[in-house]
């Protein structure tokens, strides 16, 4: 089961962490992704953490705001997301992959075998 929390509503240019939890053995062999979908608009993926060398991958849109990170002992993957814009507005997904993500792989939601319900996350003033 993968369940994802920290989702709220946030102003403009402030900061949230999304927690995505996946339940039973072998996190630490599972790659981690995140999805969003805005109102409106496809689902698209933002950002993925490999398993082992723990190797990020960012989209355009989140480059240098997001960052990915993981603890293994949790069995938690966080979504550090700063400097929000309205755009960010969206249903944010946690997914979990058994498979080697590499950089060309990691928006392809067919990679990705288990998904979280999904949390919002409103930016607005």
């Known amino acids: 089961e993968v369940v994802e929390s920290g989702g709220d509503l946030v102003q403009p240019g402030g900061s949230l962490r999304l927690s995505c939890v996946v339940s039973g053995d072998g996190f630490n062999y599972l790659a981690i992704g995140w999805f969003r979908q805005a109102p409106g608009k496809e689902r698209e993926a933002i950002a993925c953490i490999t398993s082992g060398d723990e190797i990020t991958y960012y989209a355009g849109s989140v480059k240098g705001r997001f960052a990915l990170s993981r603890v293994n002992a949790k069995n938690t993957a966080f979504l550090e997301m700063n400097s929000l814009k309205p755009e960010d507005t969206a249903i944010y997904y946690c997914?979990?992959?058994?498979?080697?993500?590499?950089?060309?792989?990691?928006?392809?939601?067919?990679?990705?075998?288990?998904w979280g319900q999904g949390i919002q996350v409103t930016v607005s003033s």
């Open positions: 997914a979990a992959s058994r498979f080697r993500i590499t950089e060309p792989l990691f928006n392809r939601e067919s990679m990705y075998e288990y």
